[in-house]
Structures are given as structure tokens and as C-alpha cells.
């Protein structure tokens, strides 16, 4: 119990990083898919809660990851970005 406890800690101070809307989506059902995932996959060999502990962990960092990308690309293709007023920039209007 004291592994999944120190577990669930350390997914949610690392899950936390980024913090754009599509980042914590993406580390919320990435946690959720990967905790489903790791307890099927742990059930296997007879350690369903460490398989889900690990799999939730490794799933909301990999979600965190991609949905932290979606936001920087949304960011940067909103005319604030690091592209905003340089010649040839398409602004679309």
C-alpha cells in the first residue's frame, strides 16, 4: 500500500508540469487509460494494483507530453506566438 501511495504522489506532482488545458486532459485520460491498461496487463501475473499504479504513472506523463504539444502548437499558431509580425507570416485575416 505504501508503494501505491508514493506512486499516486509522485504522478500527480509530475502530471502537474504543464499546465494548458489540453495538457491536463491529456495527463488525466492518459492516467486513466494507462491505469486500465497496466491492470489488465498486471492481473497477468497475479499484481493487478502495481501494474495499474505504473501503468496510471506512465500514462498521465505520456499524456501530459502530447497534450502539453497540442498547446504549444495551438500557442504558437495563434498570431502570440514566436512567429507573430515576421515577414511572410500568415495572420488569416
Known sequence: MKTFILNAMAVV???SCATGPSAQTGAVIGGLGGA???GIIG???GRGLEGAAIGAGLGALAGNAIGNSQDQRRYSNSG???YYGRPGYYRGY
Open 13 to 15: 506532482s509530475l502530471a
Open 36 to 38: 486500465a491498461a497496466g
Open 43 to 45: 492481473s497477468q501475473s
Open 80 to 82: 502570440y506566438g514566436p
